[in-house]
């Protein structure tokens, strides 16, 4: 069948009820969750509001009662509290729960923004230079205070609030972009700097900061870097390893490592910095990164597909990959299921009007729109014409586009819609992907787990992701908690993960959620040396304990 | 001016006299230059074979007489000679100097290329397998036996040669490619695969290696990922520490490092990989890679400019970067002295009838040869309207295109025209590049060093590199060595590269040439920070000794 007579312009086919979020600004919120559930976790840009009345968080201390305070650790004194006033200069630069009663002010820094994570900390201080950065850590060390290295506060997995009494260092206040260099693209900033604020900052200059994710309204780049944050650009611009330049960090022991490069090359010695990148605060604070920054794409196309088979998915990613070649800046994944779990639960019609087992999203970023056009039919054309892909739609417009995205970007919180969700961020070999959600399925099936009607707890189980960087997100939506699901998944879904030395963290990090799991996905040597490197940098261990490894 | 009556297809305007080698597989040879000159240099890519007869090389141990054996190493004995070939289960795996005379056999693994290098072992040994490597590192670091890991011996800096008798380590017969995924474009292998063969390989599936470098017929994908290679391809795909995605490493103490991943994405745990890209064999040896690798592009084109500024050609970088985006490939600059001096020692014509103070070379590399054709020529238009640009040439072909690069490659061999040549690889920030060339040409002018005839000893100062990587070359060839240009030049250019924050090696490593200037490019912390990994790592100090930091 012929290309022109399939794919027709989205707005003479359907239009959709809502609009994403995508490119807008909100604070990630609320997800419905199963309080117990230790491995749920959610996309850091898939994160939406959902405007629940508040709840009370249930401390992490009490859903993880194996985990025990540290001894070692001092309790914070009113001497305590006013050094640190005496050392930040600033009686507002201190959150005191200790000498005072800071309860009210002191809770958004011990809870997370899924209000999954809740710690016990009577103490927030926040440094405004990476001076006062150095004399914090250096008090901490020599008194044996625990810290929480905190940024936006909007990480998935715990990373970023007090499990006990730990001191938050929030960097909130040093947020300054230091420097931008037209000509080469490289662009310096302290840590708290606020991602969209980057993002805004470099697009008046026609650049675009290497990595986009949902909660860019909230998230600080020094977070971004110390979690090693995917997203959505990854594919395209690469990970942060390569991205980030240089990095400001100060160690446990006040030592301020300026490696701050603003160097493309610069071989003289071990590249340190990389071990920040991903060290979610374990070894040292963050306070300033560089990084290199593209020029920004002007043109933007979007095309939603239908497909027959996951090995028919597979053969548009590298017709795509071949094609669309460098204007692809995103191939996203979303199967059947989690399309019409979107359509039920917002009651929407789909983009495409029959029903596909595997449905894609495709973008492309390029310097010349008439050259992006073009280069998107031909792909559109062959991909129709060896029926790889059976149905599809482009957007017409920057609405149209949003419309689309909407599709991949409102699944994570459509799945929440009949109760609780079990999440898990994977990445195995490509071809290997989509098979864990059927064999997942299969299980629970099995098991008597899974129906339509409220007598099954599990009401499907769905896969989407990010297919262009083998990240896969196997979801599975319930009706209500049933211990019997959870035994059912674990350890399945991780040993099938291991045996194909997949990631059981592709994005979202270790923090508290994943510390007992990483041996899924790491040998004990690997481990072994992980926490060499630990004891190196952070002897007395004070730094974000209970956590990583 | 139109665009039209200037930029005209050069093989209208010139012919030239000489094909360059890019392309083309060759192992680089000798460069004239003076034996005492410890900062001297080359690039990797541009490496010419100059066939002048064998000349004795100097042992490394008598031009760097302030460097002593270590004692606490141990001398090979022919029982050490026998464990290894029992351990090899080979006596073709090991050339033996010790208990007979392998003098023939066992220098070329003694000297490097450059032949300015040479070292006095008498013991290599060529494992077959990772556990071959492991059992080797075991027993050397239970001895007391120092050793050397040595790919293709094509490094810059000497650090891939002995300085006295440590064992060489030769990865050469470790020449497997593992897999290679088309979905993904995720490429293992051993690290003893040529780059060549590497790149072949993956030619037929019409994926790139991320990488490319004139010694690429000879030099190691494992040595390209210790000594963290830049080369010609970074500015389009990004630095090793971005492509490559897993590394199986040995340390001393024979431990396998299992972090050979597939995965794109994996956020579990410190990324220590990072440590051995660009860790020079002074941790471990890389026995495999993993690397991820962009789709070919079919289209290239190239093009040569005369420029009358260096303000003209950040301008003219900052177009292209802008108009070109996508396809822009390579961003090379070549000053009209070197150009000059180009066209003096080959005796040819220059594609430009004109003469310019700056000269750029731009390559573009994309999917669709029409749209390339297109955005170049509308960036010519643009440029060559705005006066940014004065005069210019497009290939019109392969041969022609080759012919543009020979301008920029041809440069670094024919410097060495009049005798020697101080060579120097920096990296400073962009807007300041050049700037370095003209402060040496002046300092030296003012001290009567350099003139036209052979009354001095300086031809002249030029610069050029990779401007889109902020990579200056600043050379200085001479017709004869004078102690005196030696004091002018440094430490003059080291402090001028410090003052900026610069590095005093962006691609070529630190070896046994940059180790004593380590401190002009890192801060004491930085340097001790190091020190600390190497202490961690190798605690014996067996490890590719008496370079590096």
């Avoid at 594919?235 to 300026?258: C, F, K, M, Q, W």
């Avoid at 008439?370 to 031909?378: C, G, I, Y």
């Avoid at 790889?388 to 419309?403: S, W």
């Avoid at 819609?417 to 064999?439: A, M, N, R, T």
Wanted: with cysteine; proline share 4%; aromatic share 8%.
């Amino acid at each position: 069948m012929s290309f022109s007579s399939r794919i027709t312009p989205i707005a003479r086919r359907v239009r959709l009820s809502q609009c994403s979020s995508k490119g807008i600004s909100i604070r990630p919120m609320t997800q419905i969750r199963w309080a117990g559930n230790t491995s749920a976790t959610t996309e850091p840009h898939t994160a939406k509001a959902k405007t629940s009345g508040p709840k009370e968080i249930k401390f992490t201390s009490e859903s993880y009662p194996e985990i025990k305070r540290d001894p070692k650790f001092s309790e914070i004194t009113p001497e305590h509290v006013k050094s640190f006033k005496d050392l930040l200069g600033s009686e507002s630069a201190v959150i005191d729960g200790v000498s005072q009663d800071a309860t009210e002010d002191i809770e958004p820094f011990n809870a997370d923004w899924m209000r999954k994570y809740r710690g016990h900390t009577k103490l927030v201080v926040k440094p405004g230079s990476t001076e006062q950065v150095s004399k914090i850590m250096k008090y901490c060390n020599d008194n044996m205070l625990a810290v929480v290295p905190q940024g936006g506060n909007t990480g998935l997995v715990g990373g970023s609030v007090p499990v006990f009494d730990e001191i938050v260092l929030n960097l909130s206040r040093m947020n300054k972009i230091r420097s931008f260099d037209e000509v080469s693209g490289i662009f310096v900033a302290d840590a708290g700097v606020i991602l969209e604020v980057a993002d805004n900052f470099l697009a008046e200059k026609k650049h675009i900061f290497p990595l986009d994710l949902g909660a860019k309204g909230s998230c600080h780049i020094g977070g971004n870097v110390a979690t090693n944050a995917g997203g959505l650009r990854l594919l395209r611009y690469g990970s942060l390893h390569g991205n980030v330049l240089g990095i400001e960090a100060v160690l446990p022991d006040g030592t301020i490592v300026d490696d701050l490069s603003k160097l493309r090359k610069n071989n003289t010695g071990y590249d340190l910095k990389q071990l920040f990148i991903g060290g979610e605060g374990t070894i040292g604070v963050i306070t300033a990164i560089s990084i290199l920054c593209p020029q920004r794409s002007p043109a933007v196309n979007v095309a939603y597909f239908g497909l027959e088979s996951f090995e028919k998915v597979q053969m548009a990613f590298r017709e795509a990959k071949n094609q669309l070649s460098e204007i692809l800046s995103a191939f996203e994944l979303m199967d059947g299921r989690s399309q019409k779990l979107l359509k039920i639960a917002k009651e929407r019609k789909l983009p495409l009007e029959g029903e596909y087992p595997f449905y894609c999203l495709i973008e492309t970023s390029g310097s010349n729109s008439d050259h992006d056009s073009e280069k998107l039919n031909t792909f559109l054309e062959h991909v129709m014409g060896e029926e790889i892909v059976k149905d599809g739609v482009v957007g017409q417009d920057q609405t149209q586009n949003l419309d689309l995205w909407a599709c991949r970007e409102g699944v994570p919180e459509t799945l929440g819609h009949w109760g609780g969700v079990y999440k898990y961020d994977l990445s195995v070999p490509i071809e290997e992907l989509y098979q864990l959600v059927d064999e997942t399925r299969e299980k629970l099936t099995a098991e008597g787990l899974v129906g339509d009607d409220d007598s099954y707890p599990v009401v499907d189980v769905v896969g989407y992701g990010h297919m262009g960087d083998a990240n896969l997100h196997l979801n599975v939506p319930t009706r209500r908690f049933d211990k019997a699901v959870e035994k059912a998944l674990e350890p399945f879904v991780y040993e099938w993960v291991q045996k194909r030395n997949g990631s059981i963290s592709a994005e979202h990090g270790l923090g508290i959620a994943k510390k007992a799991f990483i041996g899924y996905s790491r040998s004990e040597t690997m481990i072994r040396l992980m926490k060499q490197i630990k004891d190196l940098y952070d002897p007395n261990g004070i730094m974000n304990p209970y956590k990583y490894i």
